[in-house]
C-alpha cells in the first residue's frame, strides 16, 4: 500500500514541478504580450508564493487522494491470484 501511495505522491510532485513553470510562463506570456497587442492594456503582475505552495500541496494530496482506491484494491488482492490471472 505504500508504494503504490508513494508512486501516487510522486506522480502528484511530477505533476506540480511542470505545472508551477509551465503555468506562469503562460500567465507572463499572456500579461505581457498577448494583452498589449490585442487590448492595448496589461494587467499588472503579482506572483503570491504562498499560492504556490498551496497549488503543491494540493496536487501531492490529490494524487494520494486518487491512489487510496487502488492502494486498498491492491492490499485486499491475493498476490498468488493476481500472478495467476495476468
Same mark, same amino acid.
Given at each position: &500500500?505504500?508504494?503504490?501511495?508513494?508512486?501516487?505522491?510522486?506522480?502528484?510532485?511530477?505533476?506540480?514541478?511542470?505545472?508551477?513553470?509551465?503555468?506562469?510562463?503562460?500567465?507572463?506570456?499572456?500579461?505581457?504580450? &498577448?494583452?498589449?497587442?490585442?487590448?492595448?492594456?496589461?494587467?499588472?503582475?503579482?506572483?503570491?508564493?504562498?499560492?504556490?505552495?498551496?497549488?503543491?500541496?494540493?496536487?501531492?494530496?490529490?494524487?494520494?487522494?486518487?491512489?487510496?482506491?487502488?492502494?486498498?484494491?491492491?492490499?485486499?488482492?491475493?498476490?498468488?491470484?493476481?500472478?495467476?490471472?495476468?
Amino acid at each position: &500500500m505504500r508504494l503504490i501511495l508513494g508512486r501516487s505522491a510522486l506522480v502528484g510532485v511530477t505533476a506540480a514541478a511542470l505545472a508551477v513553470p509551465l503555468g506562469l510562463g503562460l500567465a507572463a506570456l499572456l500579461v505581457f504580450e &498577448m494583452q498589449p497587442r490585442a487590448f492595448g492594456w496589461t494587467l499588472a503582475w503579482s506572483l503570491d508564493r504562498g499560492a504556490l505552495v498551496r497549488v503543491v500541496v494540493l496536487s501531492v494530496a490529490a494524487a494520494v487522494a486518487a491512489g487510496i482506491a487502488p492502494a486498498w484494491s491492491a492490499l485486499r488482492a491475493s498476490p498468488a491470484r493476481a500472478l495467476t490471472e495476468e
